[in-house]
């Protein structure tokens, strides 16, 4: 079968590389444009590209799929091409009416949620966000909406409870070559069996805001903790913005303590607005590298009451 792959971040390398090394002929590749980075603004390539270029693919990285001449080249270019079918996963471009009737088998996207939950932009964060115990991967015939198609392959996993949004995505970003894969293969043998979704059991989750990091102490304790698992937090200590990577729930109490107070200084554990505890596990202060709070606590020292204070992210 001939391929179109169009992914862009490195969630999509795992797809990328299952197909590389399958029997089908990978035709093409398409990805995001290379952006500029650090202090000299050197152009850096996505993932994508990068792993395509180690296997002799060729790249495209039109600016827009729907409009303007590079829609129209990217249009000429798969017309000559005329794959079987194009995998996008993690592209982060719409695909207009035009590509998506082009191949024969249509287009398969590959998305990390348990759809229909968890459409959109940003599934793994808002999974963690919202503590849920359980996600996956679901390949889908993709159509006009947005993450709408009939669903193809699902696959869940278990979510550790102090399971931090990296751990997941590398996971999901494994477990996404392997339903691609399967999605292959049972399309090959003629075994797909397209199951339409409940559009009533959907949710949305849209790109991630910076000010959603904010940690807000007189919240739970566990929304503050799954927004450290989610998006990380961040906070403010005496008077530098600290960056919390990831944490877990704590028991005790600490009646006379406020929320936002240190009540354990050898652990860096913090009061919560209903009560509860939340232990700080790996941080970076302002100014210092990201470590593991013992290293941390080492040069920085607490005392029990100190008041951690809220940011704007």
Known sequence: MKIVFMGTPEFAVPCLRALAESPHELAAVFTQPDKPKGRGYKLIPTPVKAAALEYGLPVYQPLSLRKGDDAAEAKRILDGISPDLIVVTAYGQILPKEILELPKYGCINIHASLLPKYRGAAPINHCLLNGETETGVTSMQMSEGLDTGDMLVKRSTKIGVNECYQELYGRLSAMGGEVLMETLEKLGRGELVPEPQDDSQSC??????????????????????????????????????????????????????????????????????????????????????????????????????????NTEG
């Open 204 to 309: 949305y989750s849209p790109m991630i805001r910076k000010e959603m990091s904010a940690l807000d102490f007189t919240k739970p304790a566990r929304e503050i903790h799954n927004t450290v698992r989610g998006v990380t937090g961040f906070t403010t200590l005496g008077g530098k913005r600290l960056k919390i990577f990831s944490s877990e729930l704590t028991d005790g109490t600490a009646p006379e303590l406020p929320a936002g107070s240190v009540t354990d200084p050898a652990r860096f554990t913090v009061k919560c607005g209903d009560g509860a505890l939340i232990s700080f596990c790996e941080v970076q202060l302002e100014g210092s590298k990201r470590m593991k709070t013992e290293d941390f606590l080492r040069g920085r020292k607490l005392t029990k009451g100190e008041i951690l204070g």
